[in-house]
């Protein structure tokens, strides 16, 4: 069993975890310039830091244990013969666009069929943070009764906000294309942390969402602390956000991916929570701005507002957001 204490290096040499490195450590961002070597941290390096260690280089929201629990339900999939890891693009596909093979999908089954959740993590599109969020996200899901799959998107390639779009689009059509194997219905819910938040949120816009790509609409959608507004359109955030497009950043391009401003009555039902204290997204421009637009718009929304905690706390146990998730669970059934 999986403490605070492993290793990634144990981690990433669990038999049961063969071939998902990729969910496990960061994987090189693609440098700005055109044939520039691929920058990030050394995997090598990393394999000796424990769960333990890294939440407390990287940030102190970060809880060790719940990345524990996670990894834990993961093995405990495995040995029960889930095949857990699915891949959403063919072998052709990922032959014709290389950054396809960054993509995949982590399957948490439970043995009741019903709808799902699809779970995607932060890391600024740089990375994909699933270990810290997702994955014990996705481990309470299963508590809960409820089928959770998570999404390795590609974070870390130029164009990732549009890329990004395009997987979580096909994650959600490969689940309820093969709904029966997987034992699930088609009904679903989404839940982003950050610059996941960002991405989920885009499922309910009217110009990047379900009804503009003919996807079911997602019963719920779930918003952590989520970025979904550009407020200062100078040349240092610009900068900040060049990663996630392919050409200029223009206005019209920040516009565009700006999810606040494509919100109409037929968004989704949606739960959101954010840190008033949230040092990396603004609390008052993101979280409450959405929570009001939907409110006026009559759509039907929560918005828990945490007094005390810093960005990036996932699951939220230790914390004083933690029960979030069940919150958001009962909105959604409600």
Known sequence: MFTRKTTLGEAASCPQLAGLAKYIFPQPVQNKEKGGAPQGPDPQQMMAVSFEQLCGAVSPAWNPDSMADGFNAIVVHMDNGVPVEQFIYSSEEVAKDATKARVGLLWFPTK????????????????????????????????????????????????????????????????????????????????????????????????????????????????????????????????????????????????????????????????IWQTREDEQVPFEANALEIYQRLKKLGVPCRLKAVEHGLHGLGLGEGSEAAGWLDEAVDFWKE
Not at 116 to 144: H, T, W
Not at 190 to 206: D, K, M, P, Q, Y
């Open 112 to 271: 009741e069929k019903g709808p799902f959740a699809l779970v995607c993590a932060g890391g600024a599109y740089m990375s994909v943070a699933s270990i810290v969020e997702a994955f014990p996200v996705a481990k309470r899901l299963n508590d809960l009764g409820i089928t959770a799959f998570v999404l390795q998107y590609r974070a870390g390639v130029r164009g990732a906000a549009t890329k990004s779009g395009e997987d979580i689009r096909r994650a959600i059509s490969y689940i309820i294309e093969n709904k029966e194997r997987l034992n699930v219905d088609e009904g679903y819910a989404a839940i982003g942390f950050s610059a996941g938040g960002h991405l989920v949120s885009e499922l309910g816009t009217n110009n990047q969402g379900y009804k503009v790509y003919g996807l079911p609409k997602p019963q719920m959608l779930g918003l952590c602390y989520p970025l979904v507004a550009f407020a200062q359109k100078d040349e240092q955030m610009r900068q900040a956000v060049a990663m996630m497009f392919e050409g200029e950043v223009t206005d019209a391009v920040l516009d565009e991916f700006t999810p606040i401003e494509h919100l109409d009555k037929d968004y989704p039902k949606t739960f």
